[in-house]
């Protein structure tokens, strides 16, 4: 099928609307790298059915944002995590014990206690503990302050603690106005094993019942990506979401039942960028990224032994520096962002000499 181009992101996700509303259409699978406006598109989403009758519940970084610390500043001892229950995202805690939902799905993933306290009618606060061994007993720690990964996992549990009880609806309870789930990059800050886990998970949960709102999840992450669409499979769309370096549009395209591999798509885009010559600061970065993904996979220590040259070739240790200075933030931002021709050339033949080095599979992202 051919690509759709939208002028805005308001644009896209009114075409992903109308696209759910297409018979047998639950499922909707975005990829879209870092930067290309995710969580502003989630936004978007929300904004259109809001403007008519509240319709969308929606995990992105703005969720993430209803959770605050108070660290206890003064005496350093209690530390807790506080709910901004102004927002319609807590409805649950006027009618379920949270405490009961939440505690087999945190124990899923971490080993943690929490206990979850209602001060006032405006202030709920989580307190977290754990136990540890001291002189070959355990001891329990009260009041810590959690990894930013357990407390990423901590409001992911909770978000699927609402879903279960969406799902669950017979259409009088508090959330009986959800007709759309939108999930953004749930696993922004966890290892590959948890995003497994977590895209598992959530899989099997929204797929237990033939039932529920139609959902959309977007994300960055390749591993994420292919194993929801496993989970899927039947009344999916793939799509991956661009934004094209020469323009200020948005290209969605077709992907589904299409193989999709995450280095793959970003060795496509560099090797359409190295071809046009239309090359930006940002392809230094996506190909550091190509090959720390390349290193992991054959057990590198790190992406530099990715360039397979001779000590004593001048272009080993020029390459080396162009891309970490082109992928450092300080020179993203005193830098102008178009390179000048010799860089241009300098990404054309360190792109090249990377791939010939290893055994890609160039029909699957080599340009026409």
């Known amino acids: 099928m051919p690509d759709h181009e939208f002028q ?49 519940l929606y995990f992105n970084a703005y969720t993430e944002d209803l959770f605050y610390w108070d660290n206890d500043l003064e005496n350093d001892r209690e530390r807790i995590l506080k709910l901004n229950v102004r927002s319609n995202f807590f409805d649950a805690l006027k009618h379920i014990d949270i405490n009961s939902q939440l505690r087999p799905l945190i ?41 930013r990964g357990e407390e990423n996992i901590f409001i992911w549990c909770f978000f699927l603690a609402i879903v279960q009880l969406v799902l669950d609806d017979d259409g009088t309870g508090p959330y009986n106005w959800v007709k ?32 529920g709102p139609q959902t959309i999840i977007s994300t960055h992450h390749g591993l994420f990506f292919n194993v929801l669409g496993n989970e899927f499979k039947k009344g999916t769309k793939s799509y991956f979401l661009k934004s094209p370096s020469d323009s200020d549009n948005y290209i969605l395209s077709d992907i589904t039942n299409k193989f999709f591999l995450q280095h793959l798509t970003t060795l496509q885009e560099l090797d359409k960028a190295r071809i046009s010559g239309n ?50 933030g300080d020179y993203l931002i005193l830098d102008p962002e178009d390179l000048v021709k010799q860089h241009k050339g300098d990404f054309q033949r360190f792109f090249q000499r990377f791939v010939d080095a290893y055994p890609f599979t160039k029909t699957l992202f080599a340009s026409k």
């Open 8 to 56: 805005n992101l308001q644009e896209v996700a009114q075409f992903l609307r109308n696209d759910l509303s297409k018979p047998k259409r639950r499922f909707t699978l975005l990829y879209a790298h870092n930067a290309t406006g995710k969580t502003r598109l989630s936004g978007a989403f929300k904004d259109i059915g809001k403007a008519k009758i509240r319709d969308t």
């Open 107 to 147: 124990k899923r993933y971490v080993d943690l206690e929490f206990r979850l306290d209602q001060i006032d009618k405006n202030e709920w606060r989580v307190s977290f503990s754990r136990d540890v061994l001291v002189d070959g007993r355990l001891e329990e720690l009260e009041d810590i302050k959690i990894s």
């Open 180 to 211: 759309y789930l939108y999930i953004d990059d749930p696993v922004s800050s966890l290892d590959e094993t948890n995003a497994i886990s977590v895209a598992s998970h959530l899989g099997n949960l929204l797929t237990k019942s033939e039932k």
């Open 279 to 328: 090359l930006k600061r940002h392809h230094f970065n996506l190909l550091r990224c190509s090959m720390e993904q390349t290193a992991i996979f054959l057990g590198f220590e790190n992406w530099k032994e990715c360039i397979k040259l001779d000590d004593n070739d001048p272009d080993k240790a020029l390459c080396e520096r162009m891309i970490n200075v082109m992928s450092h």
